[in-house]
């Protein structure tokens, strides 16, 4: 097989690997690769993963590395080359320029799209589209380079599209090649709105037909516009494609499964979409799993918030999550930099001097020099690891933060930050400075805090390593949403581990993978396969009895929250009373049976915690080991 997407996924997959690295084809055996097991819930390292506006990308696994084809994002008529990029561990990233270009092949002059890596014959196979053809008439299509290196340089492989008409409504575009367990390899491509799906001869240059006789089938699903993949993960066949306009906010990535390489394909859902908070124009995916393991990645484009040029667009990955019965979890658009890249790809700086190294983010002294991200959140949780190293001034975190300039206080928004003199700030910016509220806490140099903020609303807690009870807790609604990042006034600073999401979560039950809290019917339970998924997504919101706990409301049943009624949980519509408010507010506490985890105790019933028992939800007293794990979750 090509490419480690199209395995079978579990414990028996590295074996397979070995047992069968030279007979179908993947190059050396991926030891190396099942050593390292990337296992993250998004890029750590921060997306954008590379610098530059790039589309389409797709992924292959050559020899330990994983190799990353995209399509350079520019006009047209400058789309006349291909850059590939390679990674060990799925972090760093180094750039192999120039792999494709058109004038290494005689019938392609523009629009060098989307490219489809393959190892097979020992060769390496680029599929791309080239010149955008608008009907028959025209000269271009679907096309194959070949090279003996996957960096390339890759050459026409038959001097002539491999596809190069319309067929059953499908321009020739967006090609995706998948190997079956079987060595038959298939072509997924189409635009327009037309997806077919053709058969690769085993010289991999050339047609081959189906048992009726046919080149072409059909395979067009709800929605489709373009973008074709297909991977396959315990004998399903997963088709995705991309819905929308590629320039417009609306593009987006649905799927469907089949036991069958040619469908049907019904769609089951839309998996990946904008989020107004982190990006637009989310689409055109390729996926990879990890060897011998069930770690699947999906990679993509997306149009940063600010950026209004339809080629502007930056490569991405997250975590893609399967349920017991193998439908997809909805795609998270994740916002997190480690810097462990040494690079601050996605970051802009206002003022101050700002450099990637030794896998933090460092800061020189400077009167409120800040660095942000591109983002819009308005209900935020918002963290950073901090650590003061010179100044006796101030380093912390910003959150919605508009009209950015260069100033000590050039900016709308708030700011919390950590002082060596011996407390915790919280103020807002609107050109000017507003201290809102401070708390004593000694902090040393050379050390590092944790500084967690969350603003739901107008309320606004800040917490510093302990992050279960907050060191300064206040409502302010002046600024209401905007950018985040990290910021110093005075000192110079050290920044790592930064991580920004809503205030949404799913809370996985810590002792049941893939077993979700959801409602069902208005009674809480916990479940697998949760359709639609956002019945087990919550909000998590100042407690309805006490601000400095916390409320659980329902996304998709706005005003219901989980409450507690004769010790069974329930989702219920919101009641202004003492008691329904009482019965919905709970204490986040470290996990009961480990502390990175989560647990929920009752306000009103103190030792008494939500936990799952048979599926359904209680709010019990948790005497025992297993107790406790019953009533201990992942925030997802």
Do not use: C
Not at 64 to 90: C, E, H, N, V
Not at 286 to 294: A, I, K
Not at 411 to 416: K, M, R
Request: hydrophobic residues 35%; charged residues 20%; glycine residues 10%.
């Amino acid at each position: 097989m090509s490419r480690v997407r199209h395995f079978v996924a579990g414990a028996t997959v590295f074996a397979l690997l070995l047992g069968l690295a030279v007979a179908l084809g993947v190059g050396a055996a991926p030891r190396a690769l099942a050593a390292a097991a990337p296992d993250y819930p998004t890029a750590e390292a921060g997306n954008p993963i590379v610098d530059g506006w790039y589309a389409d990308p797709d992924i292959a696994v050559y020899g330990g590395r994983y190799w990353l084809y995209p399509t350079t994002s520019r006009a047209y008529d400058q789309q006349t080359s291909m850059d590939a990029f390679s990674s060990t561990d799925l972090v760093s990233w180094t750039k192999h320029a120039d792999v494709l270009n058109v004038d290494d092949i005689s019938w392609a002059r523009r629009a060098l799209w989307a490219p489809a890596p393959v190892h097979r014959n020992g060769k390496y196979y680029l599929y791309f589209a080239a010149n955008d053809i608008q009907n028959n008439s025209e000269l271009g299509g679907i096309g194959v380079a070949v090279a003996d290196q996957p960096e390339g340089p890759y050459r026409d492989a038959i001097g002539r599209p491999l596809v190069s008409r319309f067929v059953n409504g499908a321009q020739p575009i967006d090609q995706d090649v998948f190997i079956d367990d079987d060595g038959q390899a298939y072509m997924y491509y189409g635009g327009w709105h037309h997806a077919n799906v053709v058969k690769l001869n085993p010289d991999m240059v050339s047609l081959g037909t189906f048992p009726d006789g046919s080149t072409y089938k059909e395979i067009t699903p709800e929605n489709y516009t373009e973008g074709s993949l297909m991977f396959k993960r315990n004998g399903k066949y997963y088709f995705m494609w991309s819905e929308g306009f590629w320039g417009g906010a609306d593009y987006s990535v649905s799927y469907a499964m089949s036991d069958s390489p040619t469908g049907p394909f019904r769609k089951i859902d839309k998996v990946l979409a904008q989020d107004p908070a982190v990006a637009r124009g989310s689409g055109h995916n390729t996926v990879v799993n990890v060897p011998g393991t069930d770690i699947w990645y999906i990679f993509y484009h997306r149009r940063p918030l600010s950026e209004t040029d339809g080629n502007h667009r930056a490569l991405a990955y997250d975590r893609m999550y399967f349920n017991s019965d193998g439908t997809l979890q909805p795609i998270r658009m994740g916002v997190k930099d480690n810097f462990a890249d040494n690079n601050a790809v996605g970051w802009r700086t206002y003022g101050g001097s700002w450099s990637a190294a030794n896998g933090q983010y460092a800061a020189g002294s400077s009167p409120g020099g800040k660095a942000l991200l591109d983002t819009n959140f308005s209900d935020v949780v918002h963290e950073a690891d901090v650590t003061l190293t010179s100044g006796g001034g101030d380093g912390g975190v910003v959150f919605r933060a508009t009209r950015l300039g260069v100033g000590e206080d050039s900016y709308h928004g708030y700011y919390a930050g950590i002082s060596p003199s011996g407390r915790v700030v919280l103020g807002k910016a609107a050109n000017g400075w507003t201290q809102l509220a401070s708390a004593p806490m000694t902090v040393s140099p050379n050390t590092t805090y944790k500084l967690k903020v969350e603003a739901i609303a107008s309320s606004i807690k800040v917490y510093v390593n302990d992050m279960a009870k907050p060191k300064i807790s206040v409502t302010d609604s002046s600024h209401a949403s905007g950018a985040t990042g990290v910021r110093v006034h005075n000192t110079a600073a050290r920044f790592d581990n930064v991580s920004t999401r809503s205030n949404i979560f799913s809370l996985e039950a810590a002792n049941q993978p893939d077993q979700f809290v959801r409602h069902a019917w208005s009674r809480g339970r916990i479940d697998s396969g949760v359709v639609p998924f956002q019945d087990a997504q919550w909000k998590v919101v100042p407690g309805l009895a006490d601000p400095s706990a916390v409320s659980l409301e329902s996304v998709n049943f706005p005003g219901h929250h989980l409450r507690h009624r004769n010790g069974e949980i329930w989702m219920d519509p919101f009641a202004d009373t003492a008691q329904y408010k009482a019965d919905a507010t709970w204490h986040r506490r470290p996990g009961l049976a480990d502390p990175s985890l989560v647990s929920f105790e009752s306000y009103n019933f103190p030792d008494r915690y939500l936990r799952h028992h048979f599926s359904a939800l209680y709010s019990e007293p948790v005497p025992g080991d297993a107790d406790r794990r019953d009533a201990s979750f992942h925030l997802r």
